[in-house]
């Protein structure tokens, strides 16, 4: 029987009835060909087609590893759960273990976000050493933070350990004191730029589309094209109504298409999205464009060689680490291939011609920038197609679950006690019945008090499900 707690009420969901409980869970135990098996998973879904990146580059798009639960902001979209401020951080042992499970689950050159709650109210030696150990078993680990910590300091020495990105995450759902709009947040998003200047990583942006900033998309657009020398990928997160946060469900003009509308509004081009699939195409859209001179070109304009490209170069293994060696692995795989190479040389060539006056205004500089947008799903309006082509994992002590199946039953794993080296690990302080743990703050316009009764309901039901499931 699927779980009560849990709400299945997707479009699809009655039609797949006896897959539920499977794929609500996490995968236990590693694929012998996690390739395939995606692929058999976007086959039985209908998104497996020629355009498509997963199951062909890579068996998973994103793995989220989460090394606390405690944050500084009080966003108003938050998919954290109500008990997240009294959860503590999982021991550094229990951490590199869910790492070891990642590498058996989907390889080296895997993309792991180190996230949170704030990854960096971890203590700084061991968020050091969490990203070196991800460089060390060959993963690539990127920061997603909201900035408040994340000094040139730390961002130095995070580079240092391995570190191949940071992705920021500003937006009015934070409400910053002192910022009424996106507009006015683009002078911190200058300030977080300047913290990774110099850097061999990668600056990355999150925002949340929601009915407050929606109209503001095309202004947040024109501003990371006239940024595309120091930001190279722009993400924008549409609202969901999961966790604790109190927004509730988006507006239904607000989707993938009229995000995009509104992205290719900023940039000033009819940019093709998606000419490269990423998982479910409901999930998301992508667009890929070369900026010059100010300018924005649609890298991927020429959508039948783009996808040869990405058929014929899918076992190239790419050094993302910085530009120049990202182009290098290119390089060296395409001279490999020499029809590959001819037809490459031909597109190339053809590029040239279009952005020709642009180039010569340019000196020849080139910036590459990606639009994403990601559609979360509702907790309770999960869609059980959606959730076998997941490409975007959180890892959990049992094995990867599906980002918003997780979202949907977070306290399932978070307040489980860890069996480690040192004896059982208790997730909740023997102070957070009394409120200690939980900041001094409000939670989203209701008192701490309130936060806390609701809480302990939601702990004693969280508790009685787990003996269910293991009696």
Not at 10 to 28: I, K, M, N
Not at 74 to 96: G, I, K, M, N
Not at 145 to 152: E, V, Y
Not at 169 to 195: F, K, P, S
């Amino acid at each position: 029987m699927p779980d009560p707690s849990i709400h299945y009420e997707g479009h699809r969901a009655g039609e797949r009835t006896g897959v539920e409980p499977s794929l609500f869970r996490p995968q236990r135990t590693p694929s012998r060909d996690p390739l395939g098996d995606l692929r058999g998973r976007l086959e039985r879904t209908g998104q497996w087609h020629p355009s498509q990146l997963a199951g062909r580059r890579w068996p998973v798009a994103c793995v989220s590893l989460e090394v606390t639960q405690r944050c500084n902001l009080d966003c108003t979209l938050c998919y954290l759960s109500e008990s997240s401020e009294a959860v503590r951080d999982f021991p550094l042992e229990e951490v590199f273990r869910r790492i070891d499970i990642i590498v058996t689950h989907f390889g080296p050159g895997t993309d792991v976000q180190v996230s949170g709650g704030e990854p960096t109210l971890r203590a700084r030696d061991e968020l050091i050493a969490i990203v070196e150990r991800l460089t060390r078993e060959g993963l690539r680990a990127s920061l997603l933070t909201n900035g408040i910590k994340a000094t040139r300091e730390l961002l130095v020495d995070l580079a240092a350990a391995g570190l191949t990105d940071v992705v920021f995450h500003v937006d009015t759902t934070q409400q910053r004191a002192g910022y009424a709009n996106e507009t006015e947040l683009n002078a911190l998003r200058d300030e977080y730029i300047g913290r990774a200047r110099g850097l061999p990583i990668s600056v990355f942006f999150n925002t949340t589309v929601h009915a407050g900033n929606f109209d503001e998309v095309p202004m947040l657009a024109a501003y990371f094209v006239a940024r595309a020398d120091r930001v190279a990928f722009a993400s924008f997160q549409l609202q969901a109504d999961t966790g604790r946060g109190v927004l509730g469900a988006r507006a239904d003009a607000i989707d993938n298409d009229t995000v995009f509308d509104r992205l290719r509004e900023g940039a000033k081009l009819p940019l093709k999205s998606n000419v490269l699939a990423v998982g479910h195409r409901e999930c998301n859209r992508s667009a890929v464009m070369l900026v010059i001179d100010g300018k924005v070109h649609d890298a991927f304009a020429d959508s039948a060689f783009i996808r040869r490209f990405m058929r014929e170069t899918a076992d190239l293994r790419i050094d993302r680490g910085t530009r120049w060696r990202a182009f290098r692995s290119l390089l060296a795989g395409v001279v490999a291939r020499p029809r590959l190479a001819l037809a490459t040389m031909r597109w190339l060539a053809a590029t040239i011609w279009a952005a020709k006056r642009d180039l010569i205004a340019a000196r020849g500089r080139v910036d590459k920038l990606t639009f994403f947008t990601h559609n979360f799903m509702d907790a309770r309006q999960l869609d059980v197609d959606r959730v076998d082509a997941c490409v975007f994992m959180a890892i959990t002590q049992d094995g990867p679950l599906s980002m918003c199946a997780y979202n949907a039953q977070r306290d399932r794993y978070l307040l489980r006690p860890l069996e480690t080296s040192e004896g059982t690990w208790q997730p909740l302080a023997a102070s957070a019945e009394a409120g200690r743990t939980f900041p001094i703050k409000w939670l989203k316009g209701r008192s701490r008090e309130a936060a806390l009764r609701e809480r302990h309901g939601r702990r004693v039901r969280a508790g009685d499900e787990v003996e269910r499931e293991t009696a």
